[in-house]
């Protein structure tokens, strides 16, 4: 009886082993560029320096994040972020922002001190994922610094864009879109207040 035990118990070890190296490789995304169409390049007026994004603790993870209902979060296990998704929102934003406000030259702070002659854009990310109904989500506030440091605009974003598709590669596309839409926004902002 006691062999028997054993021997169930250690097929059973095996069964779940087996499963256990089955497991298929994660699937990795990048965000998708630009959907503008690129300005005429002039001569750069302006400088804009763009911080790193600050994210909400939730989404500094390397899973696509799903609202599963008004309240529950999951960050996916085998659909991740290539690499981490701060890094893709400040890259993409500053390439969106160059296209759409052609007369400045938009770089990265490194410093997060700024330059004399600069302008600063400083970006809090409170929500960048997938929502149960079908809908991708970018949501939180832009702040633009004069180069004296003084505070010349803030303001909240939000974009909301339908996905085409099911899955994720269709998630990631329209998260893509939903930053466009963000970059638009800031970029009348910043032409509007400078």
């Not at 993870?61 to 659909?79: F, K």
Request: glycine share 8%; aromatic share 6%; with cysteine.
């Amino acid at each position: 009886m006691k062999s028997m035990f054993w021997s169930l118990l250690l097929a059973g070890a095996l069964v779940m082993s087996g499963c256990a190296s089955s497991t298929p490789p994660a699937n990795r995304f990048m965000l998708p560029g630009s959907e503008a169409t690129p300005a005429p390049t002039g001569q750069a007026e302006h400088v804009l320096l763009v911080q790193p994004p600050r994210l909400a603790h939730y989404l500094d993870v390397d899973g696509i994040v799903l609202q599963l209902d008004d309240i529950t979060l999951n960050a996916a296990r085998q659909h991740l972020w290539a690499e981490p998704l701060g890094r893709q929102l400040e890259r993409g934003l500053r390439s969106r922002l160059a296209e759409r406000l052609p007369d400045t030259r938009v770089v990265r702070d490194e410093s997060g001190t700024g330059r004399g002659d600069a302008m600063r854009l400083r970006l809090e990310v409170d929500s960048f994922q997938g929502r149960h109904d079908g809908v991708a989500i970018a949501s939180g506030q832009w702040q633009l610094l004069a180069p004296d440091g003084r505070l010349a605009a803030m303001e909240r974003f939000h974009a909301e864009t339908e996905l085409d598709d099911d899955g994720y590669p269709a998630l990631v596309r329209a998260l893509g879109r939903s930053w466009d839409r963000v970059a638009d926004d800031i970029a009348s902002g910043i032409r509007r207040d400078r």
